[in-house]
């Protein structure tokens, strides 16, 4: 049985990604000049603790019909959020976030009523009993259904009320991302051997194992999301996609002000390890036929926000042990979003453009009504998108 060591790691990390496999779904995506994702509101309140009334709904049907109408506007990915809430979740009269769907298994069950968006699961890769034998598994399976859309969002758990759920105590940050690493070696490891293989690691140890169906496209998609060093370091040896955050909050022109350094950082260091990371960060998007409406559309969400879920929201935000939202300031909570763009479909274009220049190379999608603003991003922004030449 060969250890774990540095050089298997350093193989995983150098291992083909389906972005350099002309025809993967993948490397079809990454023809555009930049990237649309839609976060599926799989928890009831979406991103926005307000109580102004809306479609917006966590359950299967309504995501199922989000994704659907995603595709058909020709968007590029959806996933969704993992959380473990008590009873109340995050309280107020809303009881925020108290339901939620679990991501893994709703994009399974989107697998096989969509064609061509890709679809990425959060899945927390430390609440174990997982061992990386059955992500391994689970997600060739996914990747045979759906032709290679399937991807992996791993997330290590940066709350410490998660872990004590899994009758745990909080990992350490370096040590989740230590772990981290060897998983990915692992998944990475079943996904490209052609033969039976056995290793012995620091925190897992497989003997004889295999996996088949083979990935289409050498492995599924890899995805993280990352604020801090090592979650950007583990960024660039495994994910295709980091999920990141504005360092300086919500507002749009503090995020611009922050980002090129923040993105150009992530650049130089996937360019360190001689790959390519693309890089998503996550608007709530509130636009209107006019700046005046958007504003008075974003204005009515604040006014009828629940207090006590905003107050609880910003506080869990806080207990986290993470970089990712040390930006985040309390009254952003009640609309959402890592930063938020407001303002009509010119407007709304204008950020987008000037997101991709600060060094993003795309935008994972929140709104406030899901249904109907997606359909108004469809018709009024989309076109617009194109004619700037940030669609094809
Ligand atoms: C867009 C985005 C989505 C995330 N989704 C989840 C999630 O669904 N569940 C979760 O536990 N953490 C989630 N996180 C948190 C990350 O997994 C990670 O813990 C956090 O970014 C801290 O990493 P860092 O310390 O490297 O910044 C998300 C982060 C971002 C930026």
Not at 91 to 111: H, I, K, N, Q
């Amino acid at each position: 049985m060969v250890r774990m060591t540095d050089s298997l790691l350093e193989a995983a990390s150098h291992s083909v990604s389906p972005a350099d496999i002309v025809g993967s779904p993948l490397h079809e995506i990454f023809k555009q000049p930049f990237l649309l994702g839609l976060f599926l509101p799989i928890q009831n309140g979406g991103w926005s603790a307000s109580t102004l009334p809306r479609s917006t709904d966590w359950h299967f049907d309504y995501n199922k019909a989000l994704t659907l109408k995603a595709e058909a506007l020709g968007l590029d990915l959806v996933f969704g959020l993992a959380q473990w809430n008590p009873k109340g979740g995050h309280g107020g009269e809303m009881r925020y976030r108290e339901d939620s769907l679990d991501p893994f298994m709703v994009t399974a069950a989107l697998a096989s009523v969509t064609t061509r968006i890709l679809l990425i699961s959060t899945i927390h890769v430390l609440y174990g009993p997982w061992h990386p034998l059955h992500l391994a598994k689970f997600g060739a399976t996914l990747d045979s259904i759906t032709g290679g859309r399937w991807g992996i969002n791993v997330v290590t758990g940066n709350l410490e009320s998660h872990a004590r759920m899994f009758g745990k105590a909080q990992i350490e940050h370096a040590t989740r991302y230590r772990m981290a690493e060897e998983f990915a070696a692992f998944l990475k490891t079943y996904w490209h051997s052609e033969e039976t293989f056995s290793a012995q690691g620091e925190f897992w140890s497989t003997e004889n194992a295999y996996v088949s169906p083979r990935p289409k496209f050498g492995r599924p998609i890899m995805v993280n999301a990352a604020g801090s060093v090592p979650g950007i370091e583990y960024a660039t040896r495994h994910s295709d996609l980091v999920f990141i955050t504005s360092p300086a909050g919500a507002e749009i022109e503090a995020a611009l002000g922050a980002l090129p350094a923040h993105c150009g950082q992530i650049q130089a260091a996937a360019a360190r390890q001689g790959r390519v990371l693309r890089t998503l960060i996550n608007p709530m998007v509130i636009c209107r036929p006019t700046e005046r409406e958007a504003w008075d559309y974003h204005d009515a969400i604040v006014a009828a926000q629940d207090r006590t879920a905003v107050d609880n929201f910003f506080a869990s935000a806080q207990a986290r042990d993470s970089h990712s939202f040390r930006g985040a300031q309390r009254d952003q909570k009640a609309v959402g979003g890592n930063i938020q763009l407001v303002g009509s479909p010119a407007q709304i274009v204008e950020y987008l453009l000037r997101l991709q220049a600060a060094g993003c190379d795309g935008v994972q999608l929140t709104f406030y009504d899901f249904e109907a603003d997606l359909a108004y991003f469809g018709e009024a922004v989309l076109p617009l998108l194109k004619q700037a030449g940030l669609r094809i």
